[in-house]
């Protein structure tokens, strides 16, 4: 069975920074897309970005550009996710997901960052 | 700025059908969308119900279909259950590599 386990979330002050990540088990990783996706307390679903199977190339939305960094390590069947310069607006609980066809398959049970002072 | 919409509640009583609708701001929705569909209940993770327009994950009962009705992705559930009481999100490839949710459906059975 398809296993995903996100870590690394927690309270951070804003301006900081956190690395997540999402260990991936009971499937090929390398050769599935993977994707972000947060929800804000009380709000919907929010794709973040993406990366390739290889790690050549990622995607992201817009608004994160520059100060969200998706990475992967195929190796050890893990997948990261780099957030700088938190904003309140960040305070989510992050998801991690297969991505196929333009659409997740398999999701983690997410990890909550909280972005406070 | 594109913008994917969903009726933000809809309602259904047990055994009846309803359809949940995904449209674009900017204009139809196709099966080039690769319309997907997920359903999410309070705590919990998202469970993916409808890939490329109308495929059913494994172990999605066969109540949920996908389609594209009138230029929007449509998730109809027949013969609605209890447990179908959940929100719903569609998500749409808007191209560039980019993918947009909905705002969910708040779906009452009553």
């Known amino acids: 069975d398809v296993h995903l386990v996100e870590s690394g979330g927690g309270l951070v002050h804003p301006g900081g920074s956190l690395r997540l990540s999402c260990a991936a088990s009971?499937?090929?990783?390398?050769?599935?897309?993977m994707s972000w996706v947060r929800q804000a307390p009380g709000q919907g679903l929010q794709w973040v970005g993406s990366?390739?199977?290889?790690?050549?190339?990622?995607n992201y939305l817009d608004s994160v550009k520059g100060r969200l960094i998706i990475s992967r390590d195929n190796a050890k069947n893990s997948l990261d996710l780099q957030i700088n310069n938190l904003r309140g607006e960040d305070t989510a609980v992050y998801y991690c997901a297969t991505a196929a066809d333009s659409s997740f398959e398999n999701w983690g049970q997410g990890t909550s960052v909280t972005v406070a002072s | 700025q594109t913008v994917v919409t969903q009726e933000p509640s809809l309602s259904v009583s047990p055994g009846g059908t309803v359809t949940l609708t995904c449209g674009l701001s900017s204009g139809s929705v196709s099966t080039r969308n690769y319309p997907s569909w997920y359903q999410q209940t309070p705590g919990q993770a998202p469970r993916t119900l409808i890939q490329r327009t109308s495929s059913r994950s494994s172990g999605v009962p066969d109540r949920f279909s996908g389609s594209i009705l009138d230029n929007k992705a449509a998730l109809t559930i027949t013969g609605a259950q209890a447990d179908d009481d959940s929100d719903y999100y569609c998500l749409l490839d808007v191209g560039g590599g980019i993918a947009i949710f909905g705002g969910g459906t708040k779906l009452t059975v009553l």
């Open positions: 009971g499937f090929t990783f390398s050769n599935y897309w």
């Open positions: 990366v390739k199977p290889d790690g050549s190339a990622t």
